[in-house]
């Protein structure tokens, strides 16, 4: 069963969000049943009208957008990750009205005709974006870009990346940092995949660029723009990390409830014992309050965005991302101590869902950056 419920947060919801809800659960219950492979993910989105929740426009309803990484993540963390994905590929472009061929590479994204990723991080720039280290220089009426970037999720499906290069000889503002459309196909661009511990059909890779040559309108917005489009990129999705983690956490709970329920030990039922049921209701509290914290920060998210604000409160995003990843890693291993020795087989749903939580507390912002986030916010207001 998929639990999409938008009633127990009416504060935070309106009778459209109830609708997507409901399509949702049906979504997610056939995605369940049977997952499409890789390649055939983002088709698939398409098709069901989902990719239009994270290619949408400037000002997205992150609402809806959490709503469906809850649902995906509930029914197969593998799709949420590439759904993520795509819309993380499209949001330079979204933000960016003057790129050539924009609508039509929207539209294309939208609806499941080309597959996008997302390339910002390097060996030595993770957290810290600013230092990162490929540069893209003009030759001619083209750029030439050189560099590494790894943990690039989509690397062996996409279409496209957008990509974040340093251009020199620096600007004499000191905005280097700017943003280009990079196909899979570019001359000098090699796509490397790296398997994650635990296995998984998840598309990671490495992008190595020597020399890769794009055409001079590659270029989106302008020179030194980089950061502001990256970091607005993230300002949209990472509370709907959060989503995704509490979907994750939702589907082990509920497992977790169905196997106690039918387990036999000493003569009754696991569910029966009292440890069992205190298990339970941790996990279930920690649920909630992540649920709470995730839709607070999108429900503000929303707000100020239609009131013309530039962005939610910094705070109520960093602890949504952070709380809702810590507990689902909790949520989850409690799960797992719950099914016992089955708990560890590597096809268990559990253990899978163990494996597939994991990265969220680290990509998008680590749970130390969350912290850093909170603590600085909160000295600054001399809170």
Known sequence: MITLSTTDLPMFFSASHAELATTLAHSAAELRRQAPHREAVIPWLGGLGLLDHAVSGAHPDVRSLCLVREALGQASPFVDAIFAVQGLGAQALVRTPQFPHRNELLAEARQGRITLGFALTEPEAGSDVASLRTTARRDGDSWLLDGEKIFISNVGIADYFTV????????????????????????????????????????????????????????????????????????????????????????????????????????????????????????????????????????????????????????????????????????????????????????????????????????????????????????????
């Open 164 to 383: 974040f290069a340093r251009v020199e000889p620096a600007p004499s503002n000191g905005k280097a940092i700017s943003a280009f459309w990079v196909p899979k196909d570019a001359p000098g661009l090699e796509l490397l995949p790296i398997a994650l511990s635990g296995g998984g059909d998840h598309p990671l890779g490495a992008l190595r660029m020597k020399a890769c040559r794009l055409s001079q309108g590659a270029l989106i917005g302008e020179i030194g723009g980089g950061m502001r489009l990256a970091l607005g990129t993230l300002d949209v999705f990472r509370t709907s990390v959060g989503a995704a983690a509490v979907g994750m956490a939702r589907r082990a709970l509920d497992e977790s409830i169905a196997h106690v329920r039918k387990r036999v030990q000493f003569g009754k039922p696991l569910a029966e014992f009292q440890l069992t049921q205190a298990a339970l209701a941790d996990m279930a509290t920690e649920l909630d309050a992540a649920r709470l914290l995730v839709y607070r920060a999108a429900w503000e998210k929303d707000q100020k965005d239609q009131a013309g604000g530039s962005q939610a409160s910094k705070t109520s995003v960093a602890m949504a991302k952070m709380f809702a990843t810590e507990a689902a890693s909790r949520i989850i291993d409690r799960a797992v101590q719950l099914f016992g020795g089955s708990g560890v087989v590597a096809s268990s749903v559990v253990a899978e869902l163990l494996r597939d939580v994991r990265p969220l507390r680290i990509y998008e912002g680590t749970t130390e950056i969350q912290k850093l986030i909170i603590g600085g916010e909160l000295v600054s207001q001399g809170g």
